[in-house]
């Protein structure tokens, strides 16, 4: 067993590179829709994935925003845009390995079916039940509401990549009631069905060893990381040694 300290953005490319290797992500790319929604952690997975078919030449991670939550001062934005910032140039669609630049999910939603895959991330992370939640800030449902009409009507595969600093110490049932409640104020929380993939998938995907968080938290550019105890073979903890040092420095999600 070897422990490993995982920084939040390292832990996004990791769960990124990882998807490039998840057997339905593959088998998607060659014949369905692939659906990646815009945001912070699936920006890395649309770099890593348009990377793995060649078509990323284009693509800014830095735009490819929705929603996103600023330290206290700045508040959680509507579109995920801030001022002064070019528009939002879509999410990515990937058609049969072909990417169709400036689409949304909205435009394509009615076209979904089985065996087309959507990639949301997720605000609230419950590990003991495998549950990802939503935080929503639009009063038409946003995104994910928008998507849950595929997936709940037509079997569309729903997954959330999602770090396991996001995780939370109560069901996400309960915590959707306070936050829907009539009289609160803030974002919504939609708890989903949808498959969870955090950084302990990621692993057992890249390197078949097997690992179980720890301890978490930090300061000078560690908060909010998180430690991981790796066990396998013994080839299986050097795969993942040499894997996470590759990625332990990725700078810093800045987009001011």
Same mark, same amino acid.
């Given at each position: 067993m070897k422990q490993f300290l995982i920084t939040p953005a390292s832990g996004?490319?990791? &769960? =990124?590179?990882?998807?490039t290797s998840h057997e339905v992500i593959k088998k998607t790319l060659k014949? $369905?829709? /692939?659906?990646? &929604? =815009?945001?912070?952690?699936n920006g890395y997975v649309a770099e890593e994935i348009l990377s793995k078919i $060649?078509? /990323?030449d284009v693509f800014s991670r830095e735009k490819f925003i929705r929603g996103v939550v600023l330290p206290p001062g700045q508040p959680i934005t509507e579109t995920g845009r801030l001022p002064g910032e070019d528009e939002f140039p879509g999410d990515v669609v990937i058609d049969r390995g072909k990417w169709k630049k400036g689409l949304t999910i909205f435009d394509v939603v009615d076209d979904l079916k089985e065996g087309d895959?959507?990639?949301?991330?997720?605000n609230a992370l419950d590990m003991s039940r495998g549950q990802a939640g939503v935080l929503i800030g639009d009063p038409h449902g946003g995104t994910i509401g928008t998507v849950m009409n595929a997936v709940v009507g037509r079997r569309v595969r729903l997954i959330h990549p999602v770090g396991l600093?996001?995780?939370?110490?109560?069901?996400?049932?309960?915590?959707a009631r306070v936050l829907n409640a009539p009289g609160a104020r803030g974002p919504r929380l939609l708890p989903t069905p949808g498959e969870v993939f955090t950084e302990i998938e990621a692993i057992s995907i890249l390197s078949g060893a097997e690992a179980q968080l720890i301890a978490s938290g930090g300061v000078n550019g560690a908060e909010g990381s998180i430690w991981l105890a790796v066990s396998g073979a013994d080839n299986q903890v050097k795969e993942t040694d040499y894997?996470?040092?590759?990625?332990?420095?990725?700078p810093p999600f800045n987009i001011i």
């Open positions: 996004k490319r990791l &769960i =990124a590179r990882a998807l014949s $369905n829709t /692939l659906i990646i &929604i =815009a945001g912070t952690t $060649n078509q /990323l895959v959507v990639l949301k991330g997720a600093e996001k995780r939370v110490d109560q069901g996400l049932n309960k915590i894997l996470l040092n590759s990625i332990s420095e990725e």
